[in-house]
């Protein structure tokens, strides 16, 4: 069997490009999986074909609207099953790693937004995808997806099929925990009566990382004195730096991407995510499995794990930074909190079926294709 995955753009440490990579691994022993994309940079694993497709276009609207082109004249024909990991027309499958486009268009944002070029592509490109006449299946990570895309499109049942988690195991405390907090934390000069406050992610902006520095900014001194923030992530880091010292924030370290995130883990006291708007955030559900208490936004679509756990806090919806704020003032202050939402994450990592989602893809998408 051949199958084509098909998403824009793949780097390393970008939470779609290493399902994208989880999931091919999953499906080398039934199928021959080649990569289209119009950017790769990284190495290629093994056992993985990539096809970096040039496209030509004075905007980038015109070169995503090539690429679709490519992957339905020339991709579609040739391969068994297309599996799509960014909206577009003509794929057998859509793996949802993004929030429904919609929901942020119309309740979200205000009636110019809906204008713009970029957004009229998304828009049709996902009414391709979850509309009444299409065929498309999708693979949905959370229950925040399913009651938005069914809203919005009235999403046949039979073609939204949830997802289980899909963690590494490795991000469970094993023996040498104590050891690898204590080197990285020496590694950074943090104390151990000093609290890390950890934050990991791409995307700065639509990870909330101005919303953590306010919250960081906003603690009594005598506390804000003990506590170094970590950011973990692609991105340009300089406009960030420069907020947190116009905010008065110190020990700030933007680390850029690593792959030593479940080290870091062990080595912190508290995850703090407080993204915009996530499809899932595997990054919640790796903290919570490591012993890392998690605060977090209700606009995540695993934050009801946070919750179901017990290992942490969420904001409602709307957000509000004064919560936010108080959240995080109480969670650092109280040890005996956060030792039991480590424990409590812990247990949850134990007797929770969170690691079989590349797997589930793999005998979805290789059994026979929906077409």
């Known amino acids: 069997m051949r199958l084509a995955f098909v998403l824009f753009s793949w780097f390393p440490h970008g939470g779609l490009q290493q399902d994208v990579i989880k999931i091919a691994a999953a499906c080398r022993t039934h199928a ?31 070169k ?8 339905q004249q020339q991709v579609r024909p040739a391969f068994d099953v297309v599996v799509g990991f960014n ?4 794929l057998d499958y859509y793996f949802a790693a993004d929030s429904c486009f919609a929901h942020k268009a119309w309740a979200e944002r205000g009636w110019w937004y809906r204008l713009a070029p970029r957004t009229r592509q998304y828009l049709q490109w996902e009414e391709a995808v979850f509309g009444k006449q299409g065929n ?15 809203a919005f499109y009235g999403t046949s049942s039979a073609r939204l099929i949830d997802l289980p988690p899909g963690i590494s195991r490795t991000f469970m405390p094993g023996a040498d925990a104590s050891r690898i ?25 639509v990870k909330g990382v101005d919303r953590s520095l306010r919250a960081l900014a906003s603690l009594p001194p005598a506390m804000a004195a003990r ?7 692609k991105g340009e880091a300089k406009p960030w730096q420069e907020l947190a010292r116009a905010l008065g924030v110190q020990n700030v370290h933007f680390l850029g991407g690593r792959d030593d995130v479940k080290d870091f883990m062990q080595a912190a006291d508290l995850l703090l995510h407080p993204s915009l708007q996530e499809s899932a955030g595997m990054v919640l559900l790796e903290a919570i499995v490591s012993g890392l208490p998690v605060l ?16 942490g806090q969420v904001c409602d919806y709307p957000f509000q930074q004064t919560t936010l704020n108080r959240l995080l003032r109480e969670m650092l202050e109280s040890e005996q909190a956060l030792s039991a939402w480590r424990a409590a994450g812990i247990r949850y990592g134990q007797t929770q079926q969170l690691y079989d989602m590349p797997e589930a893809v793999a005998s979805l998408v290789c059994a026979r294709s929906p077409a």
């Open 136 to 150: 498309t299946i999708a693979l949905l990570l959370s229950p925040q997806q399913r009651e938005q895309y069914t």
């Open 87 to 90: 909206r577009m027309p003509g």
């Open 181 to 205: 907090r204590q080197r990285l934390r020496n590694e950074l000069g943090v104390r151990e009566d000093a609290l890390l406050v950890l934050q990991v992610g791409s995307g700065f902006r």
């Open 296 to 311: 977090t936004t209700a606009g995540c679509g695993y934050a009801f794990h946070v919750e179901q756990a017990e290992a």
């Open 64 to 71: 995503r609207a090539a690429f679709v082109r490519h992957i």
């Open 32 to 62: 021959q999986v080649t990569v289209f994309c119009m950017q790769w940079d990284g190495p290629v694993p093994d056992g993985v074909i990539v096809n970096v497709v040039p496209v030509r276009g004075l905007t980038r609207t015109g």
């Open 227 to 233: 506590v170094h923030y970590v950011q973990i992530g």
